[in-house]
């Protein structure tokens, strides 16, 4: 099976699973987990912050955040697709009693007019603009990398508007490999910033959220809340310490076989790929039909994958299928379309 589903999907590898076997750990709701801390502090320099929290997912790391920035009827902009609008159950609504408004942008990107536009002026009946939601890279609009420069006229337009940043960096190290840039480069700008590691970078459990000093410890208040103080934690934090410190390196290969898939894909029936929109590890595959019996035909054709829409197809390359042909991948489709 090639499995393009997610690299969410990938396995600890035999480095992580040896330092998880040995870490020295401690009940880090006290404090005491020595392996936890140092990943806390490798972390905040990792993310250019004064600290950083680990959190059991992406999930609860943004919505952690999101607690953090807001107060109950507080106002949170976010681009209409982001994942923590899209994908986390109504977190903001539930979680932190906040009010989402959406922006739609054409890819993904939202820029500073989009942001302006979408603050309302003080008035009674207004809500409080607080928080803006940025996604790097942005998930639902196929891995897409919100270039540094824009990032930060976004980022410092919502400043001069009194607006706090969080940024979604689930992926914020494809971002950085693709650009080119350091993850603290990445990452300025944002008040906060949550990092998955156990999406590319293969930990198998974990996420950081990084900020100041005093953020991060009102976030820990809300990890705790959310039920999310973890004891000996340092187990899953030693596999999230190689994450940061070996499997940022190799990312770029995921890049290069998303980019040999899309292109193994180009000029067939029945779909369309656009090569210039895979710049990070993810391909989005246009069906000219509904996508779910294509993505059950493609499963017995040996490569599993994911829907992002009622006809679109999403492939997501990683670590643990790094020995994949893209030439295997497109005859499952040819196979599947026929
Ligand atoms: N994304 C998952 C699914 O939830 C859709 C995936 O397979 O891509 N932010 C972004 C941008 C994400 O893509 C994800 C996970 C998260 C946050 C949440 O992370 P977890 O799954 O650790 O809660």
Redesign the pocket.
Known sequence: MIDLR?D?VTKPTDEMRAAMASAEVGDDVWGDDPTVNRLESVAAEWLGKEAALFVP???MG?QVAVMTHCRPGDEVLVEAEA?VYW?EVGGIARLAGAQPRTIHTPAGLLTPDLVRGAVREENIHYPTPRLLCL?NTH?RAGGKVHPLTEFRAVTDLAHSLGLKVHL?G??LANAAVAQGITMAEAAAGADSVMC?L?KGLCAPVG?VLAGTREFIAEARKNRKVLGGGMRQAGILAAAGLISIEKMVGRLQEDHQLAQDIAAALQDMPHLTCDLAKVETNMVQVDLDRPAGPVVDALAREGVLCGTSGPTRIRLVTHHDVSGAHPAEVAKAFRTALA
């Open positions: 997610s969410t997912s992406g999930t943004n994942h994908y996604e998930n979604d689930a992926r998955c156990s996420s």
